[in-house]
């Protein structure tokens, strides 16, 4: 294990040296530098129906919820979450989806859990002008305020349908442009122009 003393054996230092060990590789911070996303498959950018609707309309219906189950449970048990998700992508990144998510816990603990439904439909109301989507099936702040599980779920929707997947944030979003198909392209400039 040990190399041997060359004092007791008598042999000559040269032939008791021990290789030199090589350097150690430089640590690995866990940040990734430079990674891009590659575009999604064909079979998804069909099936998910990435390109504008016709006409200005949502893309699923209010209680479309079972179309996305993780999407629904998240705004159920913990809404902030994807209402921060929503919000940055509704801002374009000029806002962090952490602020976003804590600024809703912020409204729904001084209101007592009565008025968080006012910091959704704010961002209702955006995502509606940003898309020219319709007031359906009645006014942002009346479904909101009945529904804003549906609601939110809704709209989380609506960004995954229109190429945008709000769980990835603004900045990965805005970076899949560059290697996005030219319907999906045209979908993400629409939310970036029209705001």
Same mark, same amino acid.
């Given at each position: 294990?040990?190399?041997? %003393?060359?004092?007791?054996?008598?042999?000559?230092?040269?032939?008791?040296?021990?290789?030199?060990?090589?350097?150690?590789?430089?640590?690995?911070?866990?940040?990734?530098?430079?990674?891009?996303?590659?575009?999604?498959?064909?079979?998804?950018?069909?099936?998910?129906?990435?390109?504008?609707?016709?006409?200005?309309?949502?893309?699923?219906?209010?209680?479309?919820?079972?179309?996305?189950?993780?999407?629904?449970?998240?705004?159920?048990?913990?809404?902030?979450?994807?209402?921060?998700?929503?919000?940055?992508?509704? %801002?374009?990144?000029?806002?962090?989806?952490?602020?976003?998510?804590?600024?809703?816990?912020?409204?729904?603990?001084?209101?007592?859990?009565?008025?968080?439904?006012?910091?959704?439909?704010?961002?209702?109301?955006?995502?509606?002008?940003?898309?020219?989507? #319709?007031?359906? #099936?009645?006014?942002?702040?009346?479904?909101?305020?009945?529904?804003?599980?549906?609601?939110?779920?809704?709209?989380?929707?609506?960004?995954?349908?229109?190429?945008? %997947? #709000?769980?990835?944030?603004?900045?990965?979003?805005?970076?899949?442009?560059?290697?996005?198909?030219?319907?999906?392209?045209?979908?993400?400039?629409?939310?970036?122009?029209?705001?």
């Amino acid at each position: 294990m040990y190399p041997p %003393d060359p004092s007791k054996s008598g042999e000559s230092s040269a032939a008791a040296e021990v290789p030199p060990l090589a350097p150690a590789p430089e640590p690995v911070t866990g940040i990734p530098v430079g990674m891009f996303y590659p575009a999604p498959p064909m079979e998804r950018v069909v099936s998910c129906r990435m390109t504008p609707a016709a006409g200005g309309a949502w893309t699923t219906a209010l209680c479309d919820c079972s179309d996305d189950c993780n999407t629904c449970c998240m705004a159920s048990w913990c809404p902030c979450i994807p209402v921060g998700q929503i919000a940055e992508i509704v %801002d374009r990144g000029s806002s962090s989806c952490a602020l976003n998510a804590v600024l809703y816990c912020l409204v729904f603990h001084v209101s007592a859990g009565m008025c968080q439904w006012v910091y959704s439909c704010a961002y209702r109301a955006r995502l509606r002008a940003a898309y020219d989507l #319709p007031e359906t #099936p009645c006014s942002d702040c009346l479904v909101t305020f009945c529904c804003q599980t549906c609601s939110i779920a809704q709209m989380h929707r609506e960004l995954k349908n229109r190429g945008l %997947d #709000p769980n990835l944030g603004w900045e990965v979003n805005s970076r899949r442009t560059m290697t996005m198909t030219p319907p999906q392209h045209q979908a993400m400039e629409g939310m970036t122009t029209r705001s």
